[in-house]
Structures are given as structure tokens and as C-alpha cells.
């Protein structure tokens, strides 16, 4: 039986089982589902949509049956192709598994599925006093099975951790589907299990992940926000270093680089610096008095660093507005060039001036605008390379530049993705960081838990 003949039993039995409403063929539907941030793109053969676990579990034994492979995708904002079709796969869509089955104010808790967005549930715990701390800049749309998938982080990362931290159970549908449940699996059930770590960050290679027991924590009682600018994107770096040398935690520190502001300037409405060439975002947390007294130490620290400009907002209009020049990176960064080749390299913090010195020699080397901004505080940093992919040479250029910056973070002891994973932009990379040994490790355990290779094929390892 032929692979298309397969696919085509596949999608019937599907449309069966699930009903015509729950399975799409179009080529319009098919396009929106074939492509994410990267902006690479390839049709499905077609997309489905759960509404429950149970038809999970039933297009998972349809697919093994038929010998077909299957995609999960959440909102297609990863930046590493890693929802991308390569073949005549299935896109599954978890956007229809959105319940928030429970939210336990006293164990401080909550139980959601895959498909519930990360800014709704922020909301919602609010309203309980509570806060979930992974904030990816993509929260408005980005779901929490995604944020799991990739172990996103966030601005906040610097203090309270990724999302790994915080993922206490998960229930998932395995090649054959069977249901399992690891961790945490209700607010009153305690069961240790490894799975769930070796899930969290998985990239969807391994089972599909249908819900998630996640740790919520107090919603700090206040917050202080500042901005601040500096002649010099090295100038600031250095800054972070001596802020966490203090002993103090922001709540985050976010940096962004002359091209950066730059581009945001142009996107929306900014009073900078004439002189400025880098800026500092700073935020810091907890009572009233704490938030307020770390960030009057932080501004000592800014002030000695030469900071040329320090803006403390004055009340939550005007912390919005600065949060506001963070979050419109990425819509400005289009302004630019059609596309980009986003690596969110990550280093220890203390060499975080040795990467953005070596990003900026790099971009001279090569001629390409390369924006830099991200989650200084942790050392893991945004480098985009900006390209139009029709210009051969700029793109050929653009890939050596990479092949550079990575060189380059494996040298200052760094990783080649602090959040944004390996899917298929960052792949043939995997290998010189993790060694042949570590490599080949992975390998078996893809074997062991998706002995057919059904589960997002050609992701991650190479098979």
C-alpha cells in the first residue's frame, strides 16, 4: 500500500471517528497549519482538531495503525520549525483542548490543557491572587502545551526560573495510545515519575502531551519598572553583571540593542536619547518596600555603569508603556527584512560582554544587520540576522554568521538555544553541542518512546 493511500484511510477513518467538523483538507486550512515564526512552511496532508483527550487517544491508534506520522501544534509561534511538516504527516491542532480544568487556590495550582493560551491563564490565576511566572513574549497567543513542548522562559526567567520549574504533572497519549499520567496528576495525588521532566522540552518528539498540573506562585503585592539607556551595547552588559554582583534578583532585566530601539522607534511612538545605543529594561518585585529598595539599588549600580538616562515609571500606565517597547521587538524587527534567522543563544552571565562583543564583530564581518535583544539576566540573548531568503548571497552569508555565533557560545561554556529548541532550524548543530556519546543517547530514547517514528519526524535528531 502506497504512503498516499495510507494518509487518505488515515484521514477517513479520522473524519469517522471524530466527526467532518474536526478534520481539514483545504489548501487554505492545510497553508495556515504548515508554517511558524521561523517561516519556513510545508503543506500537511491534513489537520485535525480535538476536542477531548479521547479523540486524541483515537487518532493516535489510527495513525499507528495506518502507519501514518503525526505533527502537534499549538499556536505555530516557535522559532525553530518545529511544527513544520517535512513529509505527508498529519498536523494535530491542540487549540480546541483548552479547557482550565482547575485552578486550587490553597495548593496553588492549576490543571490545564495543552491548548489553553498562556496569557488567559495568567489572567485567570489573577484573579486568585496567584501568578503562573513563565511569561514568553508571544503569551497573548502561545499555548501552554507549546511553552512546555519548548521549555520556554521569559523576562521573568531570571528570577523565578522556565517552565520546567514548573510543570508538576503531565497527562499524555503515547504511540499506541495509551493514556499515562506522571507527576502530580491531581491536586490531591503524588506520584514520582521521571517521565515528566524527560517530557518537559521533549519538542512533541516523544508522546503528545494533552494537560498539564502546573505550580503557581503569590502574585507579588507590587512592581517597579525602569529603563535605562547607555552609549554602548557592551556598557550594558557589563551593567547586568554588576547589578546581579550586587546581590540583588530583579524580577527581570531585558536588553536591547541600538538596531533594536531602532526598529521599535519606528514601530511605535519612543522618547530616546539622541546618544543612546543600548537600553536596559529592569524590573524588580514583592512588597512595596522590597520592589521600591532593590530599585533604588539598581539604580546606584546603573549610575556607576554610566548609564546616560534612568527612568523609573511612576505608576502601571507608565510600566505598561515600557513593557510595551520590550513586546513590539519582534512585529518592528519586520520593518526591516522579510525574514530572519532568530538563535537564542545562551551563555553564563558573567560572559554575556564577551557575546555581545562578539555579535557585533560579526556583524561587521559579514555585512548583515543582526538586532540583539532578550533575557539579559539569565545570559540568553535574541541574535537576528535579518535576511531576504531570495538574495542567495545575503542568505549564504547570514548561515556562516551562525555557524560563527555558535562556534562562539560553545566557547564561552553557552548552549545554542536557551528556549527556543532544536525542531529543524537548529538540528545539524545538535551534535557538536552535546558530543557523539550524549547524541547518540538521545537517539535511544526516541527509540524507546516512539519506536515507529511517529511522533514529529525529523525533529530534534535526525532519523
Known amino acids: 500500500m502506497s504512503k498516499d493511500t495510507e494518509t487518505s484511510r488515515a484521514i477517513e477513518r479520522i473524519t469517522q471517528k471524530l466527526g467532518s467538523d474536526a478534520v481539514e483538507t483545504s489548501p487554505e486550512i492545510r497553508t495556515c497549519y504548515g508554517f511558524d515564526a521561523t517561516n519556513l512552511k510545508s503543506l500537511p496532508a491534513a489537520v485535525v482538531f480535538p476536542r477531548t483527550v479521547e479523540a486524541v487517544r483515537a487518532v493516535v491508534l489510527i495513525c499507528d495503525e495506518e502507519n501514518v506520522k503525526l505533527i502537534v501544534r499549538g499556536a505555530g509561534t516557535g522559532f525553530a520549525g518545529g511544527t513544520v511538516p517535512l513529509g505527508n504527516e498529519l498536523v494535530m491542532s491542540t487549540e480546541r483542548l483548552n479547557r482550565i480544568r482547575a485552578i486550587d487556590r490553597e495548593r496553588r495550582v492549576a490543571i490545564v490543557e495543552a491548548g489553553v493560551v498562556n496569557g488567559r491563564l495568567q489572567g485567570e490565576v489573577a484573579r486568585y491572587g496567584l501568578m503562573f511566572p513563565p511569561d514568553p513574549s508571544s503569551m497573548e497567543v502561545a499555548t501552554i502545551g507549546g511553552n512546555v513542548a519548548q521549555d520556554a522562559g521569559g523576562p521573568r526567567a531570571v528570577k523565578y526560573g522556565v517552565t520546567r520549574d514548573y510543570v508538576l504533572g503531565v497527562e499524555a497519549v503515547t504511540y499506541n495510545g495509551k493514556l499515562i499520567e506522571c507527576g502530580f496528576t491531581s491536586t490531591d495525588k503524588k506520584v ?32 517597579c519598572t525602569a529603563l535605562a539607556f547607555f552609549d554602548k551595547t557592551m556598557a550594558a552588559a557589563e551593567a547586568v553583571s554588576r547589578i546581579l554582583d550586587s546581590g540583588i534578583i530583579p524580577a527581570a532585566v531585558e536588553l536591547m540593542d541600538s538596531s533594536t530601539i531602532a526598529c521599535v522607534k519606528s514601530f511605535i511612538d519612543l522618547d530616546i536619547p539622541e546618544e543612546s545605543g543600548c537600553s536596559l529594561l529592569l524590573e524588580t ?11 533604588e539599588t539598581i539604580a546606584r549600580v546603573l549610575e556607576e555603569s554610566g548609564a546616560i538616562q534612568i527612568r523609573v515609571a511612576s505608576g502601571e500606565k507608565e510600566r505598561q508603556e515600557i513593557w510595551l517597547m520590550r513586546r513590539s521587538i519582534s512585529p518592528s524587527l519586520a520593518k526591516i527584512a522579510p525574514a530572519k534567522l532568530n538563535e537564542d543563544v545562551c551563555v553564563p552571565r558573567s560572559r554575556l560582554p564577551e557575546l555581545v562583543e562578539g555579535v557585533e564583530r560579526l556583524a561587521g564581518k559579514y555585512g548583515l544587520q543582526v538586532p540583539t535583544f532578550g533575557h539579559a539576566g539569565d545570559g540568553n540573548l535574541h541574535i537576528n540576522v535579518m535576511i531576504d531568503r531570495r538574495n542567495r548571497d545575503q542568505l549564504k552569508r547570514a548561515e556562516a554568521l551562525v555557524e560563527e555565533l555558535f562556534a562562539l557560545t560553545l566557547r564561552l561554556e553557552g548552549t545554542i538555544s536557551g528556549e527556543h529548541g532544536i525542531g529543524i532550524a537548529k538540528r545539524r548543530y545538535l551534535k557538536g553541542q552535546l558530543g557523539e556519546h550524549l547524541y547518540n543517547y538521545e537517539r535511544l530514547v526516541k527509540q524507546a518512546f516512539d519506536p515507529k517514528t511517529m511522533f514529529n519526524p525529523g525533529k530534534v535528531i535526525e532519523t
Open 192 to 223: 514520582w515519575n521521571p517521565l515528566r521532566s524527560l517530557l518537559t522540552g521533549s519538542e512533541g518528539t516523544l508522546m503528545i502531551m494533552t494537560a498539564f498540573v502546573l505550580k503557581l506562585l503569590p502574585l507579588p503585592e507590587a512592581f
Open 285 to 295: 518585585d514583592g512588597t512595596v518596600n522590597e520592589a521600591r529598595e532593590s530599585m
